[in-house]
């Protein structure tokens, strides 16, 4: 602990992050494939000024030329990766194989040419026009250099350990494939964590919200000073048997611990979405992964900020740590905020114009909107990954309401690909990067002790906070769901991301290849055992859920008004009803429909009775649920296609005699049984359909013609523990009409643009 | 023309295009918000490195993330102005407002924004850090410095005129929203030209492939050298009347005349669009325009490869005119093959596999491979952007038909949203260039030049090409259509990239600026005086295409064993039927629908018979196109559900009687007549519909339940001129079983994989 120790590797760390600067043009190659003509070209323009005969020139231009031609070969390799990745993973789809998933997949055909790369290639010097300079004082960030009356400017990339001067020789074919670490952070994460989010089943993710925030938040921070703890315990152990050479500070422990208590368990939830498996623990493990990723990312970058004020100590210091929950506390709710903001500027902007009648617009709006999170975040200090995990949650549950058929297609179909693109890139960088990786420092006691840490670290995190859960969920979490939950711990992208962002030092250097290695050894193993988990722990696979949006998007269209097909159900106080009935004791209590916890209660009546109203062309007018002294606003925000269905007399809305607080639809006429909006789904089919799963039965009867037709609905769903209901709605009375493209209802509505 | 000249222009032109790449990290930061952090990481490292005391480590690091909040804010404004463009252009399409097409409200936007950021912020020095180390002989790419026993790394950025070393003061914001010049022609400008490639009406292309193929390369190339000469002639007298200071060639006209002849009636065409003008005048503009934008990119690289023996000439040189002429054919036919190459394999693949049960597989494997025509044609020396648009049109005529429905409106889509952001990205910075580029230089004479010089280059290219081809076109390009051919000459996103490419010189300066100029007059004033034009004269509009899919594709799903719906006519002898029937005189002889020319036959007949065979499950078997010592190789290209259709025994190929080149196929049983095609396009829609339009009627009666259902579908239609044919088919005999999702047929095949 010698003074100015911290401030060395600061800088250092700075300088070595610089050191990549030039691997950053490589994304411009990456996306064009000249970007390094430029570059090239200017690192010979030296050499071509200085002797202007004609065939230097032509020389100068056949290097830039032959340099151009690598960039293209190697970003070619990359292309032929992911094709061949995705030839194979169709094979194995077609085939069903389920041992090894598309991420495990990449990763094995990144270590392939990653092989191949590291030692097929010759090793070619890197440094072959190279002169010496002595300055006197400092280093500048500019240099103009005099050469023969000509003037050329230098930039500084960065410092370099005089011990490699010399020895700066790398394999040209290997620098070229290493991508600066801010690309993943910047380019390849925000789709995959924007797909997330904007792809999450909110019915599910709702009702269990209380528990995914406590494992998200809480089992990340309790897993993170877990392994940081029992890491710092290794490397105590490695300095004593003489294994570290450098400095490995608690701080870096603790890192450790944030970076990879990151869990992404794409391959098991694929399984899960395969196999149909409990919905109630997909949602759970989807949930915590979105977020624990939101909460590494901050942890991370709190654990960073956490500078004792002695300068020359690394213990602990209360003053600092406290600045390191504020800061936590700061970049987490202000890239919250972001995010949710421009989703609700989106909402406003998508419910107030008619760009719906413009898929294309709305489609590139929507683009825009999302993206633009990203750069305000980072404009405000925040952090964009964050941000727009926040923004693809708010879109989803707003904007997507107002975005026509086309466009909701289209927008998820865009951000799939994109996620798809991103994520399949990533793992197949991986592999590559355990062999072109420079500086690799495998530590045999630091990755058995990570494996263990983790290990603990994950069993800390669920099994106390499952047990403390439980006291308060009335449909505990099972025993067997704990031990799913436990083995799907897999460690991905965000991990791989966090940790490659910094390489500068031994101990972030020893951290970079343990990470990979963990996440090798956990979408291999814990992938392929996904499927043999699943039975050995009786978790019920198979459970069908007709009304889930994504599997019926493209046979049938919803036809709506101001309901939402995937929205959260109304908490009731009695029991909810268990859609697909089993007995009630056969997979241990697992039927958890709802949490009546408070938060939950007071987030839906507020979302139900103010938020959608304002944001969407759902739920009750803003009318009956704000005080009368807004009357006027109340009346602007509210969508004219509620009044509509209000004024049409066959529906009203009264607060519920059991939560007064929620306002809920009931159909005027004959039955005077609330109307459960979830079942006002109204389906318009190409015939006469009857769906029956389980207990439930569902008929609906629609017919559309040509261009303008009027349309008869019948819905009626028998659900076992809620009161009976019978809807019958007669829309076809000429006030709507049907367009021709899709099914989509236009009111004969004022212009309100 | 002093010896030596061109050297130099050359190298300071590498100079010059070397000094925007620290302008090139800009696109990161356009694309992730945090692309200078690393920058300006570097740049303060060294003054990090100097005193490691942590204060100045604090303000180190303030300064990056000041640099790095002011890179988010200035994209903001870009996506800003491009959200405003999007719901202005709503607002506008809403109000039916025609006047102004989206590209001229972009550039307008693009204006202000320009003059806010010129004069509404504050000019700052753009070099606040810099220091002079003179060297003896020669600059070096790599630069080592030692400071004080540490070494740092610089590279060379480029090379800076004496006289600005000391002036080198911008403004810290235009710098920052100034793009490097290659990221439009590498980023920008693929998905366009992509998107032009396979959004091409295909059926209409081919139909007039030898006069769009005339008016693409000779009238570019005529067009070229017209305004080429006329603006020596300007040249000429700007240097007699002493307006100019600088070197101007005969080359550099040249250039200029090839990069002002690419044509970009987007706007015209839009309307057309909208409109519903006359498909074949739609079909000559299109493809003029875009395969000019290709003609226009070679040419003017081979004009710059124009280099006469002597350095110090800038006459006529035989050897270099033909060397010229040798690199324009290498380069294009090169660009041409490799976009047609990854076109095919594309097909092979989709074809081959069953790919098309996962749309996302298929539609990221379609994203990567014409992607990699891109690089692969970089890699080689050849031109990305040409590749790609022959690219898009094999994917249009070949792949999309493998393609499962989901996956060609995914890939459509996602090709249209890309086109859509880039091309109003060009256009919103072509107006702010105007006013926050620093190296404008307006020259009046040269203006007016260039404007006179278009206008006429134009004329004497439709004009004479018009009657030359008219003497060989049974249906003439009539006399308002040469009309109009001439009015829609505007100049778009191409010309500017190719202006911008490279403004290191004064006469390129003068170029672009001029360019910038052309651009924004034509697209208002002649985007604004399409409809009126139309009118004046007598084109036809509100011609409707019922069988266009881009039209039909959400309503209905088509329904297909082999067959096409956009596919080429097979041509005839007789006189092509007229599917909307006016009088024979009613526009002028406009009603050409088809060109009976050689060119045409021979190319329809090799790709009817071999090359649809081979890459799609269309058209006749090989084993019976193919000669028969082929015979295996023809079974094994030859899919299956060709086989499948002639097994069912419906339907045969044989030779026409009137050009037996081409294999028809026929319909067995009752019915003896040649079943046309494009006539047995089967349409599933809800329920019983009639479609009436014009003369021509067509009746489809289709049912699909909600799982596995028998299908019966019957289609008939009249056509005025041709044979009557009424086909009926039945196709509900469990051989095939129609998946819920969409109207995919499944055939019961064996695995081909």
Redesign the interface.
Known sequence: MEP?GK??R??SG??A??????L??L??TL?????L???A??????????D???ME?LA?EKEA?ES??QD??S??TF??L??LT??T???F??RRVRFLHETGLAMIYGLIVGVILRYGTPATSG?D??????????????????????????????????GK?NSVEQNDMLRKVTF?P??F???LLPPIIFHAGYSLKKRHFFRNLGSILAYAFLGTAVSCFIIGNLMYGVVKLMKMVGQLSDKFYYTDCLFFGAIISATDPVTVLAIFNELHADVDLYALLFGESVLNDAVAIVLSSSIVAYQPAG?NTHTFDAAAFFKSVGIFLGIFSGSFTMGAVTGVVTAL?TKF???H??P??E???F???S??T???A????FT?VVAVLFCGITQAHYTYNNLSV?SR??TK??F??LH??AENFIFSYMGLALFTFQKHVFSPIFIIGAFVAIFLGRAAHIYPLSFFLNLGRRHKIGWNFQQMMMFSGLRGAMAFALAIRDTASYARQMMFTTTLLIVFFTVWIIGGGTTPMLSWLNIRVGVEEPFEEDQNE??WQYFRIGVDPDQDPPPNNDSFQVLQGDGPDSAGGNRTKQESAWLFRLWYSFDHNYLKPILTHSGPPLTTTLPAWCGLLAHCLTSPQVYDASNLGRVKYVPRESSPEIWELRALGENQEPLREEDSDFIL???D?T?TYGDSTVTANG????HTASTSLEGGRKTKSSSEEVLEQDLGVGDQKIS???TRLVFPLEDN?
Chains 1, 2 share one sequence.
């Not at 996306?31 to 970007?35: A, Q």
């Not at 980072?378 to 200090?381: L, P, S, T, V, W």
């Open positions: 100015g401030a060395a600061f800088s700075w300088a992050k610089a050191l990549p600067q030039r950053m043009l994304l411009l996306l064009s494939g000249r970007g003509h430029v570059v070209a200017a690192s010979s323009s030296g050499a071509a000024a200085e202007s005969s004609a020139e100068t030329e151009h031609r293209s070969v970003l070619l292309i032929l992911l094709t995705i030839l993973i169709w094979l789809k077609h440094h026009k190279s002169l010496s300079c002595t300055q006197e004082d400092r280093a500048f960030s500019t240099l103009l250099v005099n050469v023969s009356g000509k003037f050329f400017e230098y930039t500084l990339k960065g410092e370099i350990s005089p001067i600066d801010e690309v952070f910047n380019i300068l902007v114009t008619k760009l009648c413009f294309l617009l489609t590139a709006l683009f825009l909107m993206w633009s990203f750069l305000l980072e404009a405000c200090g964009g086309e297609s289209r179909q865009l799939e690909v798809f693109l493209h046979s089919t190409e015939g359909l769906l017919s559309s013609g040509s021709s493209r899709g643009a």
